[in-house]
């Protein structure tokens, strides 16, 4: 199993997504799944992109800082 962090774009926000999954497939559709369980009003998005992936082992883990982004090139 996978450990997966995406990013979400719409046209004001970078939304990050951390999923675990079995496969790639699987790793999207469930961040269509938990964008849906999250908000009331499901945002236009455009763009879904696979961020990092990561093994799933004890210790492992992302860091999440609000300025690291696809879209700001850091």
């Known amino acids: 199993m996978d450990l997966y962090r995406f990013e979400v774009t719409t046209k004001t926000d970078v939304i990050p997504v951390i999923i675990a999954a079995e496969n790639d497939e699987a790793a999207f559709r469930l961040v269509e799944v938990e964008l ?6 499901l945002p236009e998005v455009d763009d879904i992109s696979l961020y990092e ?8 883990g992302f860091v ?7 879209l700001s090139g850091s």
């Open 36 to 41: 849906e369980k999250y908000f009331l009003r």
């Open 53 to 60: 992936k990561k093994k799933i082992r004890k210790g492992n």
């Open 64 to 70: 999440l800082h609000e300025q690291e982004t696809i």
